[in-house]
């Protein structure tokens, strides 16, 4: 190691304080300072190159560390400035190997053993994270940070008993010490989660119960014992914390449920959540079948398997074939979420019920959320006498949201109607002369004879009496009679915004999506001040691909209004309108401008992941170690959020497109702009040309400085493929391919992603893949083979799939034909297929059921009748004739109308008869949509 002369020692440990207090420049100037007279100083040469990296000199700074450390291969400074620098350029692996190489030559170093803990945390090595926090314990014991750290990589790697005993050694060792009350609150809370992630139930509530006066987070507190106290079966314990917590918040929907879920004569129809199973002892592929459904109603951090928060994927028990719902001529998706008994109630358990709730309005008169659980476990007369009391309150005071409030119960047999009875009787009685709500449900009353000011209800009541019509009769898929109501409030009173974004919601339910836009644009011409009412016209303006004027209106709330682009809506990582737009310009057929606004939204992803980096020191300084675990585990699941997902299936879908097309030999022909104009030239006219490009770039450059100085030293962004055309030059399987392994990887459990992978796998002829792809969604869909998302592609492997050329490996086909024995002939026990022939007829039979289903079921949901056409056409059988006998019963979507109206058109042209029958029906029940 090169030593340095006293006073040039204390310039540099100046350049480590310049480059600590990002004074880059000063930083510089004293590393220079040192060079003139040391100039193979390394350890000098790679502070300077690490202080140039920050002055986006990168090239400079690499040569330049990589100078220092061949001249000082045995410093670890020079190491760890080397790992320094590729952790700035997100070289995780390279500045790992440079820390272990630094450690070898100072084992002890604490700030390189830490710098090396964040990246193992950060690139997911949790072995080493742990053996690295034990270092950092061994050679500084009297930190608390160290302790922690420890506890939280042993628990991370499922060293339970390990963690918990760490926290133990932790209070025992700081016992004496003034310790923050905040943080010991957070370490106990800590600890007795580890406890209950283990199983140790009763550990975890003694933990609690001994520490309850140094715990500040009486709400975590308080919830974790009530959720141990059940999952351990002390109902009566959990039910009377249960009841202290509605004092504190009666409006929250989970402490009333837990306290439901604690009375054992609730236990039938609203079981309890119960305990889950030890992640040491869970295997990753076990199934939850024995889930009862009601846990779905609790959100996930009450149960490992219970809702996530909008947008993460739901747990696979809850993924269930019967979420497709006909309220009145409309198909409708139920949520998941939704609060539905396990089975239907008795009389008597009604009665119980109603007994609970109105013990509990008795305490807490105001509450609306006590009022409207009970709705979801009523029903006949009881559900009416209840409805009628909770619609007659909230008309009264006037409430917009009232149908979105009420929506769920439609999805309980008879209710719709109930609530239709009770809004007809509602818009008779309060037009007439003196207005009132009518008798109440299961009464008989006069009306009032004289205009009393108390009897009489006010005009505002008839006003939301039409609005609530309105919304329930679009929502049953009553479009003219939603209008007419609409038109009554609009007419009642013109100034009511509600009404117009409500009429305009019909008309885009109805497929009238230009009038929907034309009326969104009103609303928001009325209110300009509302965001939420431009956002819904910018979205309405970009379902009908005017992406122009879409973009106009987003830009009116944005800092930039005056900028050409919407750079900062890419900045505030607005990701609905990205997806909007692309959607868009996908159905624009501009594919290279939609997949760059599904890679501005792949890139969000990626800045989340590499944000998280900084929280690994912050969150242990901090001592937020609940939230901490919480955070990374949001991270491993984070590209399985909503936003990606459909971003990633779009552009997929799109690179399948082209990768099609090329195989047409139909691609995108070659702009003018993409000709070489330099081809043809001679070598004098080359050279003017170069020196004119010259010219020409000192000349923007200067303009870039002077924006950069008006604008306060920062340049504006600039978009170098803002058409999307370098996106359109990558190869389109490689690109989708990369996305696939993405979903794949995070995913999985999601029937669309198994899909995806085998488009694209088998039109790269990967009939391994292809078959995994199967076997999977087989497992996912029940191993129901009849279920509609694994009938096409099965049909597809099996009949059109090259799988019996002779130049296909023997070993594949013999792989083939034993994993798809136990799928398509549990029969043969095991044994495989012999033949391609053998195994196409088992596949026939299937396309049998699927055939024989298809002409059976007259009212089968357009999901499954367009999977089983294209079921029957991979497998060779005629679709035509069936066609022109179908006439679809039932309810129906939107999208999936959509759907078959697009298919029919590819299959049997526009101008068809089986085209012309179907759009006729689809016209029947969306009276109002636009069909080209």
Known sequence: MQQLPAKDQAVFRSIVKFYETKQYKKGVKAADSILKKHPDHGETLCMKGLTLSYLERKEEAYELVRKGLKNDMKSHVCWHVFGLLYRADRD???AVNCYKQALKIDADNMQILRDLSLLQIHRRDLAGFAETRRKLLQVKPGNRLNWVGYAIAE????????AWTCLDNYEKTFKDESVPEYENSEMFLYKASIMEEAGKFEEALDCLKQHEKEIVDKNGFFEAKSRLCMFLGRFDEAAEIYRSLIKTNQENHLYVLGYMACKTQFHRFWPPLPPPKAAAETPEDEEAADVPLTICSFPQSQHPEAMPIWGWLPPQHSLRSDRRVAIGARQHKKRLDSYQPLVDLTEEEEDAVLEFFDGLISDHPRSDTLER??????????FLRRCDAYLRKRLRK????LFRMIRPLYFSPGKAKHIESLLMQYVKHLQEEISWFGPEAGKDAAPPQSPDFDSEEPPSCLLFAFLVTAEHYDFIGQTATALEYADKAIAHTPTFVEIYSSKARIYKHAGDLESSAKCFDEVRQMDLADRFLNTQAVRALLRVDDVKTGMEKALLFSK?????EAANLHDMQCMWYECAVGRSYTRQKNYGKALKKFSETFKHFNDIAEDQFDFHNYCLRKTTLKTYVAMLRMQERLYSHKFYRRAAKDAIKIYLELFDMKERGEGPTKKASEVDPEAELSAEEKRRLKHQKKRQGKKEDQEKAKQAAASGGKPKKIDDDPEGEKLLEKDPMEEACKLVKVLTQYCWQEP????????????????LQCLQALVRLWELT??????YKIIAPLAHFCFVAKIDEPRINSAVQEVIFTELAPVLAPELKGKPFGSVSELRSSASKVVDQVEKRLKEKKDLPLAEVLYSLKCLGHAGRDTARFLETWRPEGAFSLKECKKMLDYLAAEHKPDSKIYCRFKDRCLEIFPLMKIS
């Open 560 to 564: 930039e209004p005056d900028a050409p």
């Open 752 to 767: 669309a992603t198994q899909v995806l992978v085998y488009d694209c796998m088998s039109r790269q002829g990967k009939l």
């Open 92 to 94: 995780y692996k390279q």
């Open 782 to 787: 029940g191993k129901n083979l009849t279920n």
């Open 155 to 162: 628990h991370l790697c499922k060293s339970f008993e390990f």
């Open 398 to 401: 006037g409430i917009p949201s």
């Open 373 to 382: 659980l009970s709705l979801y476990f009523l029903s006949g007369e009881r």
